[in-house]
């Protein structure tokens, strides 16, 4: 443990000049572009106009790639560089030839004007918590979406996928953070120079950025309509990043299967108002936001059968009242690194979440607010405690029957 975080920290102090660097670099860029648009229009005014008027510093536009360009970074599109295939199609990593490693999606499509000008919504929105949507490309009737590579894969691969390479580091206040990161942008700020020069790095760019808690406060708001736990990204220093936003506005009206039928693990984050009248909101986000965190919570995916009950994962917790049994969902994996009350409050700012009501469910900001906050006090009771003590027992103990 000690021997991760000194890694860690080591690791940091590099970045951090790194990071010192790039933000300085920005921070010449953003003056220098300020400045010479001032003078161009003759006024003041710097701000960003239009749709994209919630996002600041947009230093990149979409790029329209060759297929030829894509088709080189993949080797022809060659089995050995697929990594997979999701809602849109078949996922490819590929080496760009100015060295940069992309992740591209590709399908069967004719080219339209309406996809060119869907990434152009989308690629501006840029946050540390985000996938970038670096371009897209359009040629022999495929279509072509190119996205930045996150390297360390996604959430649902390390609690429960085959690899499962993060498996024993994922500590509570790791969940924590990672929760905190695809729900807004700044990780734990005192945790180490790294995460502290990024929160800098954060305000320095867009002081008001946050994850899905961003989306939600662009003018015009995106709702992301597909987030779950296979779509959250860890990097190596647990920086969350959410994939596929806005994605299922390439996907057209694809159905979205019916309340009764057997839900699956995709189906299983979509709210009681989507299954059934396709009313996706910032509030059914926040649904999917609920199922994540229990799936964090669990390490199991939410449409497992709960153990000796006729329902799922979620349906179970949904309807369960007894709070004690709550501490038979908690992953055994994270052992003792939580407190109870830290605990408590995790489970019931998920149960809020997944509240049948959309009414009922907090917005993302209420969210963040709260994960911020539940951090921050097991930072306390943790570090008061010193690293590593053992404060609780699994058992029935554990939650007290005040709800
Ligand atoms: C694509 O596959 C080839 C052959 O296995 C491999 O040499 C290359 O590194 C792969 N490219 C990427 C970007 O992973
Ligand atoms: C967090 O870091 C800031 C800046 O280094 C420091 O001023 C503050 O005291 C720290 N807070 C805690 C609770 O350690
Ligand atoms: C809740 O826990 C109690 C005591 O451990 C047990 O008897 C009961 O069956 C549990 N209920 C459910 C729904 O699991
Ligand atoms: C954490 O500790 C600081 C300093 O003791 C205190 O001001 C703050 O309120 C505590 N935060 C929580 C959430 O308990």
Redesign the pocket.
């Known amino acids: 443990m000690s021997r991760t975080l000194a890694a860690i920290l080591g690791g940091a102090a590099g970045v951090m000049a790194l990071v010192g660097a790039v933000v300085f670099l920005l921070w010449c860029l953003s003056h220098k572009r300020s400045v010479s648009r001032t003078s161009e229009t003759g006024s003041s005014e710097t701000s960003v106009q239009g749709r994209h008027a919630g996002v600041e510093m947009s230093l990149q536009e979409a790029r329209r790639f060759e297929m030829e360009e894509l088709s080189l970074a993949t080797k022809g599109f060659s089995e050995k560089n697929l990594t997979g295939s999701g809602k849109f199609g078949e996922v490819y990593k590929g080496l760009l030839n100015d060295g940069m490693v992309v992740a591209i999606k590709k399908r069967p499509g004719a080219p339209s004007p309406e996809f060119v000008d869907e990434v152009r919504y989308l690629s501006p929105i840029q946050h540390r918590n985000l996938v970038t949507l670096l371009g897209y490309c359009q040629e022999n009737n495929l279509q072509f979406l190119v996205y930045e590579y996150i390297p360390s894969g996604s959430v649902s691969n390390h609690l429960y996928g085959p690899g499962q390479t993060l498996d024993g580091k994922l500590e509570f206040k790791h969940r924590l953070s990672i929760a905190l990161g695809a729900a807004k942008g700044d990780p734990l700020q005192n945790q180490s120079a790294f995460w502290l020069s990024c929160a800098c790095a954060t305000s320095l760019i867009s002081p008001h950025a946050t994850g899905l808690a961003h989306l939600h406060s662009l003018s015009p708001r995106l709702v992301h309509k597909n987030f779950k736990t296979a779509n959250v990204l860890v990097d190596e220093n647990f920086i969350a990043k959410v994939a596929d936003a806005g994605l299922r506005n390439f996907l057209g009206k694809v159905d979205v299967a019916g309340p009764s039928t057997q839900v699956t693990s995709d189906e299983i984050f979509l709210a009681p108002e989507v299954r059934e009248f396709r009313r996706f909101s910032e509030k059914s986000d926040v649904f999917s936001f609920g199922v994540f965190l229990l799936e964090l919570l669990s390490g199991m995916e939410a449409t497992q059968p709960y153990p000796g009950a006729s329902q799922n994962l979620l349906e179970w917790v949904q309807n369960t009242q007894d709070y004690a049994n709550f501490s038979s969902v908690v992953d055994q994996r994270l052992g003792s690194s939580f407190t109870d009350e830290g605990m408590e409050e995790f489970i019931q700012l998920m149960l809020r979440c997944v509240e049948p009501s959309s009414e009922r469910r907090p917005a993302m900001s209420h969210v963040v607010t709260e994960l911020d ?2 951090i ?2 097991e ?3 943790t570090t008061v405690m010193g690293e590593g003590t053992s404060t609780v027992t699994l058992g029935s103990h554990l939650f007290r029957a005040a709800k």
């Open positions: 906050r539940i921050e006090k930072m306390n009771l």
